[in-house]
């Protein structure tokens, strides 16, 4: 047989012809193959890279620009939160006051144990149960039925941080010095402020001379 296919030429050339096609149909078919795997891969959609430095400083410039703009702006709002602070405080002090003297017939401060002006009296008969003479108690009875007049604790000074209250009982007694303690009450007329220096209260917003006043307890010189 062998003779035989060396001696046909045709033969042999009709072999490695079909040899040739049934390569290139398999090349075709793997062509195919890869092109359908292809459609079925997604292409990155980003092409990543590191930013520039020019890119760099412009993000660092707008940055800071935003920074100059919002950092005033949120001072100045924690300032004026601050000031509106102490006016509520004040103002819910003040009424707890009144309040006090219209049950009792006195302002509140009085020791009733010698009628003295005491700090620590004026604060308990704010935040406890009292009794008609002022005495305070932390539990309610048929005795003890006026108050609170006040949440406890007693609101801080938001200069300083004190809740101490200094008791006068006219205006003409001495002041203590500005900021040492943290209110200032006059039991003779049931006036009651902030004790702060100028600066002090500066520093939360509040400016104008008429304002500092309104917010102090009068002092000798008023």
């Known amino acids: 047989m062998g003779d035989v296919m060396r001696g ?27 092109r359908r795997l292809r459609a079925f891969v997604p292409e990155p959609r980003y092409s990543w890279r ?52 219209a049950e009792h017939g006195r302002f509140p401060g009085y020791d009733p144990a010698n009628g003295s002006p005491s700090g620590d009296q004026f604060i308990k008969q704010l935040t406890k149960y009292t009794d008609l003479a002022g005495n305070a108690s932390d539990a309610y009875s048929r005795s003890y039925l006026f108050g609170p007049y006040l949440r406890a604790p007693f609101p801080k000074n938001p200069t300083n941080g004190l809740a101490t209250v200094h008791v006068k009982a006219t205006r003409s007694m001495a002041d203590p010095a500005d900021g040492s ?9 049931g006036d009651f402020g902030i004790s ?6 500066d520093d939360i917003g509040i400016k104008e001379p008429a304002i500092k006043g309104g917010v102090r307890a009068p002092t000798t010189t008023q």
């Open 181 to 189: 303690v943290g209110w200032v009450a006059v039991l003779s007329t």
């Open 196 to 201: 702060a220096t100028d600066e002090s209260l």
């Open 8 to 34: 046909c030429p045709n033969v042999r050339l009709k072999s490695s012809r079909f040899k040739a096609a049934r390569a290139c149909r398999q090349s075709r078919f793997m062509a195919g193959d890869a």
């Open 50 to 101: 590191a930013f520039t430095l020019v890119e760099l400083v412009m993000v660092v410039t707008i940055l800071g620009v935003i920074a100059a703009i919002a950092v005033p702006r949120m001072t100045t709002a924690s300032t004026g939160a601050t000031s509106a602070a102490l006016q509520a405080t004040l103002t819910s002090v003040r009424k707890a006051i009144d309040c006090y003297f």
